[in-house]
T-cell receptor, first 109, second 115 residues
């Protein structure tokens, strides 16, 4: 059974700091999805990746298949980045996401 | 595209009442998912449709919950009778295929409060 763990659970940063959120999973997967949820808000898709690295604006996601690990980086963090970040793994040939517990990020001005 | 559309965005109802949540997936997507999110349990998959057919309803809590997808552009999740423990945020998501690394796109959610 795949277990998905995120760290840290909570993170407070000052505006402008470089932030890293980690996601580890226990069995091989076909893809990993990073999601963002603002307080009281909907869930927004950030990245889906199966290898290597993806970049969108100030956000960068990487995945290391051999080490079963993915990271989400935020450069030049801003208070509007404050949200819960969730990673979700997708196994081969399956539709079911296994969700991490989320990382609650707060960026202070 | 407008994305996944859900209605209502908020619903407050009394215990015992029937509640119907609605979802319009992204046009062209053939997979639809209903999720429930609570503080205690996080995101849980309730039911998955592919080409309007329910494929996996093992996450539906009990017989009080039912879901339908009469056509490719509409789905409902019904709770009858509702109970306070059903209070949660219910998300609908859609994807093109459901498998093969297809990204799921989530709707804004319906926040349900049962008093």
């Amino acid at each position: 059974k795949n277990e998905v763990e995120q760290s840290p659970q909570n993170l407070t940063a000052q505006e402008g700091e470089f932030i890293t959120i980690n996601c580890s999973y226990s069995v091989g997967i076909s893809a990993l999805h990073w999601l963002q949820q603002h307080p009281g808000g909907g869930i927004v898709s950030l990245f889906m990746l199966s290898s290597g690295k993806k970049k969108h604006g100030r956000l960068i996601a990487t995945i290391n298949i051999q080490e079963k690990h993915s990271s989400l980086h935020i450069t030049a963090s801003h208070p509007r980045d404050s949200a819960v970040y969730i990673c979700a793994s997708l196994g081969s040939g399956t539709y079911k996401y296994i969700f991490g517990t989320g990382t609650r990020l707060k960026v202070l001005a | 595209d407008a994305g996944v559309i859900q209605s209502p965005r908020h619903e407050v109802t009394e215990m015992g009442q029937e509640v119907t949540l609605r979802c319009k997936p992204i046009s062209g997507h053939n997979s639809l998912f209903w999720y429930r999110q609570t503080m205690m349990r996080g995101l849980e998959l309730l039911i998955y449709f592919n080409n309007n057919v329910p494929i996996d309803d093992s996450g539906m809590p009990e017989d009080r919950f039912s879901a339908k997808m009469p056509n490719a552009s509409f789905s409902t999740l019904k709770i009858q009778p509702s109970e306070p423990r059903d209070s949660a945020v219910y998300f609908c998501a859609s994807s093109f295929n459901g498998v093969l690394r297809d990204e799921q796109y989530f709707g804004p959610g319906t926040r349900l409060t049962v008093t």
